[in-house]
């Protein structure tokens, strides 16, 4: 039973996070509604994931934190730390030779 869910939570996240790709920048609505659809799925997924390695558990814990736009959001916080850092690296190394 958890293999067929974990199937089926692969295959949909799958199929919503390929339509939030391939949709046109103009289909804003639609976009939003597949992104959405990807971040839930992906939530099913980690919990089916978990539950079938019997630690259900961790699942109301960790699972919530899969779901949600958090994730695009951090990834460019912390591109904007590493640049801010190399920068700064760079310029202190450039005021000290």
């Excluded at 980690?46 to 079938?52: F, K, T």
């Excluded at 920068?87 to 190394?93: S, T």
């Amino acid at each position: 039973m958890a293999s067929a869910e974990i199937h089926e939570a692969r295959e949909a996240h799958a199929y919503w996070a390929r339509r939030a790709e391939v949709l046109p920048w103009y289909r804003l609505g639609a976009r939003r509604e597949a992104r959405e659809l990807a971040s839930r799925w992906r939530a099913r997924l980690v919990r089916a994931q978990l539950e079938s390695w019997r630690l259900g558990a961790l699942a109301d814990f960790v699972a919530p934190r899969f779901a949600g736009r958090r994730r695009h959001r951090s990834t460019l916080q912390t591109a904007r730390l590493v640049l801010s850092l190399a920068l700064a690296i760079g310029f202190a190394a450039h005021l000290l030779t």
